[in-house]
């Protein structure tokens, strides 16, 4: 079943690797076929298994040669390893499906706003969406507990970006309402708290090794994304350590 599961995640990886790069250009996901981004070739079926095709075509078109970014076999692998993960500490019921979507969500959004520096509404509309519904399968967040999370989610970004002036975006804010939905207050709550700690710790990181410098903008899609991942997997076991 491991394995079973974590093949899964590589072949929802290569649909989210599909997401990733058409959903900034406003393209279907769906149709047309994949075609390869620098000569226009279709794609077929020895060009898209997951992960073994990047590694058996040494990283290159098979048609033209081009380098394929490294981007398309790191989202499989990290998708099928949360999704392995997941499957672990839960085993195979209801809350699985509600963690592989919102995973999956938070993978497409890091990878986004990280090569284009946006955070597509149509991505949060559906996180939104598919996290109340499944919230209401899973009985796991409360309604009321679910719209608190939404609220100060979305929230406390938003007055973080009205005291800054706009150093938070509106894609950021969306986002972390939605996943607040999702999460529900208390694990929102943390979510946020990890993120704030992850991006100021690896942002002081990239300054001091002058990778970016402080006027440069820093993606915090990526660290809302982790947070949430963290507290959606770890939130128990986080709260006992604190309390203890």
């Given at each position: 079943m491991?394995?079973?599961?974590?093949?899964?995640?590589?072949?929802?990886?290569?649909?989210?690797?599909?997401?990733i790069?058409?959903i900034?250009?406003n393209k279907s996901?769906?149709?047309?076929?994949?075609?390869?981004g620098?000569c226009?070739?279709?794609?077929g079926?020895?060009?898209l298994?997951?992960?073994l095709?990047?590694?058996?075509?040494?990283?290159?078109?098979?048609h033209?040669?081009?380098?394929i970014?490294l981007r398309?076999?790191?989202?499989?692998?990290?998708?099928?390893?949360?999704?392995?993960?997941?499957y672990i500490i839960?085993?195979?019921?209801?809350?699985?499906?509600?963690?592989?979507?919102?995973?999956?969500?938070?993978?497409?959004?890091?990878f986004?706003?990280?090569?284009y520096?946006?955070?597509?509404d149509?991505?949060?509309?559906f996180?939104?969406?598919?996290?109340?519904t499944?919230?209401?399968?899973?009985?796991?967040v409360?309604a009321f507990?679910?719209?608190?999370?939404?609220?100060?989610?979305?929230?406390?970004?938003?007055i973080?970006?009205?005291?800054?002036?706009?150093?938070?975006?509106?894609?950021?804010?969306?986002l972390?309402g939605?996943?607040?939905?999702?999460?529900?207050?208390?694990?929102?709550?943390?979510?946020l708290?990890?993120?704030?700690i992850?991006?100021g710790?690896?942002?002081?990181l990239?300054?001091?090794?002058?990778i970016?410098?402080r006027k440069?903008?820093i993606p915090?899609?990526?660290f809302l994304a982790?947070?949430?991942?963290?507290?959606?997997?770890?939130y128990?076991e986080?709260?006992?350590?604190?309390?203890?």
């Amino acid at each position: 079943m491991e394995i079973l599961i974590f093949i899964l995640g590589l072949i929802i990886g290569s649909f989210l690797n599909v997401c990733i790069y058409r959903i900034p250009k406003n393209k279907s996901i769906i149709n047309p076929p994949s075609t390869c981004g620098s000569c226009g070739e279709k794609l077929g079926f020895l060009d898209l298994v997951p992960l073994l095709s990047y590694i058996f075509l040494k990283g290159k078109c098979r048609h033209c040669g081009e380098r394929i970014s490294l981007r398309y076999p790191l989202v499989e692998i990290i998708t099928g390893l949360i999704f392995l993960y997941i499957y672990i500490i839960n085993g195979l019921n209801l809350l699985l499906l509600k963690f592989f979507v919102q995973a999956s969500i938070l993978i497409v959004v890091s990878f986004i706003d990280l090569e284009y520096q946006i955070i597509p509404d149509k991505i949060v509309a559906f996180a939104l969406i598919t996290g109340i519904t499944l919230n209401i399968f899973t009985k796991d967040v409360g309604a009321f507990s679910s719209l608190l999370g939404l609220a100060v989610g979305g929230g406390t970004l938003l007055i973080i970006a009205i005291i800054s002036g706009g150093a938070m975006g509106g894609g950021d804010i969306k986002l972390m309402g939605a996943m607040g939905a999702f999460l529900g207050l208390r694990a929102a709550v943390l979510a946020l708290l990890i993120s704030f700690i992850l991006g100021g710790i690896i942002g002081l990181l990239l300054i001091v090794f002058k990778i970016k410098s402080r006027k440069d903008y820093i993606p915090f899609g990526p660290f809302l994304a982790l947070g949430t991942i963290i507290a959606m997997l770890f939130y128990d076991e986080i709260i006992i350590w604190y309390l203890l």
